[in-house]
């Protein structure tokens, strides 16, 4: 069971993928191999007054019963789509419904940009590499009890003034 998910909704409506995982809300969720995203200043040391820029975000998943789907989304251009990654702990019990990501990250006002097919993998298998652009960005992250379970949030919202 993946460790790695992705809840995708085109205003308001989730895309459907294969993931079996039960999660709190009741919505399907994509399973995913892996992410990346960044931010940086560009400045000189000690000064507060560089340009920020943020990286698209980058999701590799396996190509699934969702991928048409979200070739759609990538041809037409949609431009309401909200992104979140949740990162849930190793250990936990993925078949309870009321287990809580360790992290997460979210795009608000996203686009699928990018939409790539990559095979050539020792396994041989098809792989789908999102790119997407976005207005709006959330983290979040929580440590994990003793018990196991998710301890307090801490949040930082950022806003996207010239996405790189």
Known sequence: MPDLVMLLE??????????PRKHPDGKPRLDIQGWSWGQMVNSVGGSAD???????LTVVRMADAASATLSSLAYNRSLKLTACISVFRA?????????G???EF????????????????SSGMLTEVLVF???KMVVNSAAQQKTG?????????????GVS
């Open 106 to 121: 979210r795009i608000e006002e996203g686009q699928l940009i990018g939409q790539y097919f990559v095979t050539g993998q």
């Open 133 to 135: 652009s976005y207005r």
């Open 149 to 161: 379970m998710r301890g307090a949030v801490r949040e930082c919202l950022m806003a996207a003034t």
């Open 50 to 56: 560089g340009s920020r820029n943020f990286a698209p």
């Open 10 to 19: 085109n205003a308001g409506s989730p895309v459907e993928g294969e993931s």
């Open 91 to 99: 250990g936990g019990d993925p078949s309870a419904p009321d287990t």
């Open 101 to 103: 990501p360790m992290f």
